[in-house]
């Protein structure tokens, strides 16, 4: 059973950091593009950021990059997102996934809320 667990969420005040991490367990996900994605209060889920299976490529959403930073270590099978220069804006429940998304991996999320 394919499981992907995020987690590394919380509160942070605006300006703050946070390292999200992505474990992925009943298959590798060594060969696949990876993404972040995020759902916020009332609104549709959303792209974040997409890493190529080498690691080499990255992708972001315009709203987070030079913000954001994707990385992912293979040979834990973990997707990690940097989260610098939080705004409020950023509050949402991120997720991993593969890129494009596949629906049954979707996991149940970790909950970032940052404050004003």
């Known amino acids: 059973q394919v499981q992907l667990v995020e987690s590394g969420g919380g509160l942070v005040q605006a300006g703050g950091s946070l390292r999200l991490s992505c474990a992925a367990s009943g298959r590798t996900f060594s060969n696949s593009d990876m993404g972040w994605f995020r759902q916020a209060p009332g609104k549709e889920r959303d792209f974040v950021a997409a890493?190529?299976?080498?690691?080499?490529?990255?992708a972001y959403a315009s709203s987070v990059k030079d913000r954001f930073t994707i990385s992912r270590d293979s040979a834990k099978n973990t997707v990690y997102l940097q989260m610098n220069s939080l705004k409020p804006e950023d509050t949402a429940v991120y997720y991993c996934n593969k890129n494009p998304p596949i629906r049954a991996f979707w996991g149940q999320g970790t909950q970032v809320t940052v404050s004003s």
């Open positions: 890493i190529s299976p080498s690691g080499r490529s990255t």
